[in-house]
Structures are given as structure tokens and as C-alpha cells.
T-cell receptor, first 115, second 112 residues
């Protein structure tokens, strides 16, 4: 139980284009989902907290106009990287707050490469 | 604010032996949870073990157990009977004030 999927697993795009990443909780409802970014050989950095039906809460230093988050249902949150640039290339991971209190279950991640 | 410190960037252990990964944390929250996550080469974050701070009893999951010392703000992970599949990055994390804060990780190598 408590499975989270993420799609796509990897994406390559040209500079200036937008990319959407989907995060789904498959066997539970998640009122809260989280988006992280992980640079090579580093830890996870929280980008934003996504609550179903309301605006996302962004961490300090994260551009909310560049990283658009939508949590339209209890099982789906999306992250759209708008006008992507090479410096946005990274590994993006989502998580969902699961059925066990205060425990997050992670998706498999999306590797974004911006050319 | 929360901080999580893992002072061992790398550790290695012989297969079938026991290894302990260290973690210390600091938090201003009175109610919080502590976790160990494992990230193998696939980069999928996998929950290893969870500890509720208000519980004195140390959590155990099969070969994985923790030594939770609340006063010292220490939360170490013990892996018994190490297996090749245990090779991964291990992240200690603290959840409080609606946020999960990770340490910098410990890379565990299993020596056959």
C-alpha cells in the first residue's frame, strides 16, 4: 500500500519550453503533496507544499511563477516548469502524505534535462 | 526551524555484519516524527523506519532498528545481518511544522 507514481520518469526539452510533471497517489487519498528537488549527490530540497483545492506554499527562494503547482484532486498534483532553462535541469521528486500520520511516501522521481 | 545532521558521508560493512548510521537533529517542535529513508541507485526514496518522538520505545522493522535518545537529540539506525540489497544512500529526516527536513545522507556500501 501507499504507492505514489510520477510521470514522466525522464524528460528532455529545449530551453524556453514548459514541462509538466504529474504525481499520483495510487491507493490512497492525499490532501497534501510535496515537491522536492535533488541535485547530484545532494539531499532533497523542499520546493513547495501542495494542498488539495488551495494554493501551494512555496519555500523561500523558489520562484512560484516558474514552478507552477496544481493539486486539483485528492490523488493528483502537477508541477509545471515554465520557460525551462538549463539551470532547471535536475531530479524532481514528489511525495504524498499517506495513511500513516505524518509519513510521506515518495514517487520514483523525474529527471529533467533542459538543452 | 529544524536541522538534521549526518556526520558520516560514507560507511561500509561486511555482508552479514551489523552497522550503525548516526544522526542528530534539532527542532523547536514539541511534537515531531523521525524517519530513515533509503535511496538506492534507482533513486526511489523508500521508507525504512519511523519513530514518533513521544514514544520512548525504539522502533524496529525486521533487521532495522533505531536508538532514539530524545534528550541527546540522537536517532541512529542499526542494520543487522547486512545484505547486498542494503547498499544505498540513507537519509535521516525530521518531520515537524508540516515539513520534512533531511540530513545530507550516508552512503552505505556492502562488502561481499
Amino acid at each position: 500500500g501507499a504507492v505514489v507514481s510520477q510521470h514522466p520518469s525522464r524528460v528532455i526539452c529545449k530551453s524556453g519550453t514548459s514541462v509538466k510533471i504529474e504525481c499520483r497517489s495510487l491507493d490512497f487519498q492525499a490532501t497534501t503533496m510535496f515537491w522536492y528537488r535533488q541535485f547530484p549527490k545532494q539531499s532533497l530540497m523542499l520546493m513547495a507544499t501542495s494542498n488539495e483545492g488551495s494554493k501551494a506554499t512555496y519555500e523561500q527562494g523558489v520562484e512560484k511563477d516558474k514552478f507552477l503547482i496544481n493539486h486539483a484532486s485528492l490523488t493528483l498534483s502537477t508541477l509545471t516548469v515554465t520557460s525551462a532553462h538549463p539551470e532547471d535541469s535536475s531530479f524532481y521528486i514528489c511525495s504524498a502524505r499517506g495513511p500513516v500520520a505524518d509519513t510521506q511516501y515518495f514517487g520514483p522521481g523525474t529527471r529533467l534535462t533542459v538543452l | 526551524a529544524q536541522t538534521v545532521t549526518q556526520s558520516q558521508p560514507e560507511m561500509s560493512v561486511q555482508e552479514a555484519e551489523t552497522v550503525t548510521l548516526s544522526c542528530t537533529y534539532d527542532t523547536s517542535e514539541s511534537d515531531y516524527y523521525l524517519f530513515w529513508y533509503k535511496q538506492p541507485p534507482s533513486r526511489q526514496m523508500i521508507l525504512v523506519i519511523r519513530q514518533e518522538a513521544y514514544k520512548q520505545q525504539n522502533a524496529t522493522e525486521n533487521r532495522f532498528s533505531v536508538n532514539f535518545q530524545k534528550a541527546a537529540k540522537s536517532f541512529s539506525l542499526k542494520i543487522s545481518d547486512s545484505q547486498l540489497g542494503d547498499a544505498a544512500m540513507y537519509f535521516c529526516a525530521s518531520f515537524g511544522n508540516e515539513k520534512l527536513t533531511f540530513g545530507t545522507g550516508t552512503r552505505l556500501t556492502i562488502i561481499p
